[in-house]
C-alpha cells in the first residue's frame, strides 16, 4: 500500500505543474535516524525542478530496494517555497529466508550460478535474482527455448524473511526452419545457412541470431535493406532476411614509374593487374588472378582459389598457385593447398602445405669454371607445412576507420638444393680431369628451414574525418644451413616498403613499422602522408649486413563512378645514404568494383 500511494502521490504533483522552478530537495526519514540518509543514500539536494526532484525520489527508492529495504516508500511530501521535504518511511531488511530451486535442470542451474545456500538466511537484493533469472532465460534463449520464462512461486513473508520457490517454464522447443531471403542477391540458401552457422534442423539458438547483420556487412558482398525478422510457426522459427548484392569483385590497375632505375639508369613503367571475384555463382566462393611486372624483365603470375563451407561444414579449401621469373635469372613455382576452419565473418585459422621450386634459367658456367665457385642462385625445392590464423575486425572493409587486421603464418620444411646439369657438365679443356659436381660437396643438400610472418593493422579514429592506421609487418627465415639469394624475402615497391624500386631489398628477417595518418573526404576517398620504417638483416650466401631503411610520402586516393583512382609519391633513404629526392617513386592506381 504504501509503494502505491507513493507512486500517487509522485504523479499528482508532477501533474500540477510545480515542476517548472528550481527547488531544493530534503529527505526526511520518519523511522531512522538523520545519519541513515548520510549512510545509504546519496543525492543532489539542489535539483533543476520538481520533476528532476521526482525522478531523484524514484531513484533513491530504487536503491534501497535493491539493498534488501523492500517497504521503502515516500509517506508525504511538503513544499514550502522552493523548500521540497520528502518524508521517507524505509523500514527493516528483508532476508531470503529460503529459496529452493523448484523444477529446475542442473545445466540451468549451473548456467545461472545459482546455489541455494546463496540465498539462505542472506540479505534479500532482488536484483540478484532479476540477474540470475536473465541468465537462465539467456541460456534458454541459446538452447532451443525462446518462450521460457523463470519465475518466484509459493512465495511466503515471516519476520521479513522471504521464502520462495523458482521454476522455469521451458515452454515449446523451437527449431531452424529454412532462411527465407527476399531481395535481388545472388546467394545460395545453403551456403549462407553455412556462413551464419543457422541451418535448417538445429535448435533455435539466440545469441547467433543477434549477429546475422554484422555477419552480413561482413561478408562485402551482401547489404541488408532492412533487419531480419523472425516467424515461429509449428514449433519452427524462420528468420527472414532482406538482402541486395553490393559491388565488391574488383579490377585493380596499378602502373608506376621508376626514375634512374639502378640497372638502366632509365625511367621504368611497371605495372600489375588483379581481376578479385567475391561471390561467384553465389556460393560465397572467391577467385584471384593477379599479373605483375614490377621490374625490368621480371613478372609474376597469381592464381587464388577459396572453396569456404565444403558441404555445408566450417571447413572450406584454400589454393594458391604463385608463378614468378627473375629476370633471365631463376622461375619459382609455388603451390599452396590449405584446409581453413571458418570463424565468424572472415576470420579463420588454416593448415596448409607449401611446394617451393626455384629453377635457375641461367648459368655463367665460365664464372664457375674461373672461380670453380657454385652462383648465388641454386636450384632449390622446399617442402613444409604450417599454420595460419587470421582475425578481423573493421568498421568497414574497403577503408576502415577503426578495428584490427591480424594474420599469422608460420611453417616447418625441409629445403632441398638440386644439382644443376649444366654446372654438372662442365668439362674444362685445361684440366678436364676436375668434377664440377664436386662443387656441391661441401653444401648439405637436406636441411630444415623455418619461416614464421606476421602481418597487424590497428585503425584508431583522431577526429570525425581523420584516422590513424598504424600496421607491423614482419618476416623471418631461420635456416639450419646457409640461406641463397633466391630463398630471400624481396621488399620495396608499393606493397612492402614504399620508397624503393620494387623487390630491390632482400632480406633474412625484416619487420616494417608502419603509420598512416589519413583525412577522410568520402567513404572510399582520402588523403594520407606515410612513414614506413625498417629493421632488415641479410645473412645469406652473398651477404652479412643490417640495416634500417626509411620510406616516406604523401598521396591520395578518391572515388568516382568509373571506378578507385589513387596516386602516391614516395622517397626512401637506405644505409645512412642521404635521401635522393631525384629518385622518388610515383604510383598510379585504379580500383573498379563491379
Not at 300 to 310: A, G, K, T
Not at 336 to 358: C, P, V
Request: proline residues 3%; hydrophobic residues 40%.
Amino acid at each position: 500500500m504504501r509503494f502505491f500511494l507513493t507512486h500517487i502521490l509522485l504523479i499528482f504533483f508532477t501533474a500540477l505543474g510545480i515542476a517548472q522552478e528550481p527547488v531544493i530537495l530534503q529527505i526526511v526519514p520518519i523511522d531512522k535516524e538523520a545519519s541513515f540518509i548520510k549512510k545509504k543514500i546519496e543525492f543532489l539536494p539542489y535539483q533543476q525542478d520538481s520533476t528532476t526532484a521526482r525522478r531523484q525520489l524514484e531513484t533513491i527508492l530504487m536503491e534501497l530496494r535493491n539493498s534488501a529495504y523492500l517497504a521503502a516508500s515516500i509517506d508525504s511530501i511538503a513544499y514550502k517555497d522552493s523548500l521540497q521535504t520528502a518524508y521517507l518511511y524505509v523500514g527493516e531488511p528483508y532476508e531470503w529466508g529460503h529459496i529452493e530451486n523448484g523444477n529446475i535442470d542442473n545445466a540451468f542451474i549451473s548456467n545461472a550460478g545459482f546455489k541455494e545456500k546463496f540465498y539462505t538466511e542472506k540479505p534479500l537484493y532482488y536484483k540478484e535474482i532479476l540477474s540470475i533469472q536473465n541468465r537462465m532465460l539467456s541460456y534458454a534463449e541459446n538452447n532451443g527455448y525462446p518462450f521460457a520464462n523463470v519465475r518466484l512461486d509459493s512465495v511466503r513473508v515471516y519476520n521479513n524473511k522471504v521464502y520462495a520457490k523458482l521454476y522455469l517454464d521451458k515452454n515449446a522447443l523451437i527449431v531452424l526452419d529454412e532462411l527465407n531471403i527476399e531481395g535481388n542477391a545472388k546467394i545460395s540458401k545453403k551456403y549462407l545457412a553455412s556462413y551464419l552457422n543457422l541451418n535448417k534442423g538445429e535448435i533455435y539458438n539466440e545469441s547467433k541470431i543477434k549477429k546475422v547483420s554484422s555477419r552480413i556487412r561482413e561478408t562485402g558482398y551482401l547489404t541488408e535493406k532492412q533487419a531480419p525478422f523472425i516467424t515461429f510457426a509449428d514449433n519452427k522459427a524462420t528468420i527472414n532476411l532482406f538482402l541486395e548484392n553490393k559491388k565488391s569483385s574488383q579490377f585493380d590497375l596499378l602502373l608506376g614509374f621508376l626514375p634512374k632505375n639502378n640497372e638502366t639508369g632509365k625511367l621504368i613503367l611497371t605495372g600489375n593487374a588483379k581481376i578479385d571475384l567475391q561471390n561467384p555463382f553465389g556460393t560465397g566462393k572467391e577467385i584471384l588472378l593477379s599479373w605483375e611486372q614490377l621490374r625490368p624483365l621480371t613478372q609474376r603470375l597469381d592464381v587464388h582459389f577459396l572453396y569456404p563451407y565444403f558441404l555445408k561444414l566450417p571447413f572450406g579449401f584454400d589454393i594458391n598457385f604463385d608463378l614468378y621469373k627473375r629476370d633471365t635469372a631463376y622461375l619459382d613455382i609455388i603451390y599452396d593447398l590449405g584446409i581453413q576452419y571458418h570463424f565468424e565473418g572472415r576470420n579463420y585459422i588454416e593448415a596448409f602445405w607449401n611446394n617451393s621450386q626455384t629453377n635457375i634459367l641461367f648459368v655463367n658456367t665460365e664464372q664457375v669454371k674461373t672461380t670453380r665457385t657454385l652462383p648465388r642462385n641454386l636450384d632449390i625445392r622446399n617442402s613444409s607445412f604450417g599454420l595460419e590464423y587470421r582475425f578481423e575486425q573493421l568498421d568497414y572493409r574497403f577503408n576502415p576507420t577503426k578495428g584490427f587486421d591480424v594474420k599469422l603464418r608460420g611453417a616447418a620444411g625441409i629445403k632441398r638444393i638440386s644439382k644443376n646439369s649444366d654446372i654438372v657438365n662442365i668439362v674444362d679443356p685445361d684440366e678436364p680431369g676436375f668434377s664440377y659436381e664436386s662443387l656441391y660437396d661441401s653444401l648439405s643438400l637436406r636441411s630444415y628451414q623455418f619461416k614464421i610472418n606476421a602481418d597487424l593493422a590497428y585503425y584508431l579514429p583522431l577526429a570525425k574525418r581523420m584516422t590513424l592506421k598504424t600496421g607491423l609487418k614482419s618476416g623471418i627465415l631461420i635456416a639450419e644451413r646457409e640461406l641463397y639469394q633466391n630463398e630471400l624475402y624481396r621488399l620495396g615497391g608499393i606493397n612492402l616498403l614504399r620508397g624503393f624500386d620494387d623487390e630491390s631489398v632482400f632480406a633474412s628477417l625484416y619487420s616494417i613499422l608502419t603509420t598512416e595518418v589519413r583525412f577522410l573526404i568520402g567513404q572510399n576517398s582520402y588523403l594520407y602522408g606515410f612513414g614506413d620504417f625498417a629493421y632488415l638483416q641479410n645473412k645469406s650466401n652473398i651477404a652479412d649486413l643490417t640495416d634500417w631503411p626509411l620510406g616516406f610520402g604523401v598521396g591520395m586516393t578518391f572515388e568516382t563512378k568509373a571506378g578507385i583512382f589513387g596516386i602516391s609519391y614516395a622517397l626512401g633513404r637506405q644505409q645512412a645514404n642521404p635521401i635522393d629526392f631525384g629518385s622518388g617513386k610515383i604510383h598510379f592506381g585504379y580500383i573498379n568494383r563491379f
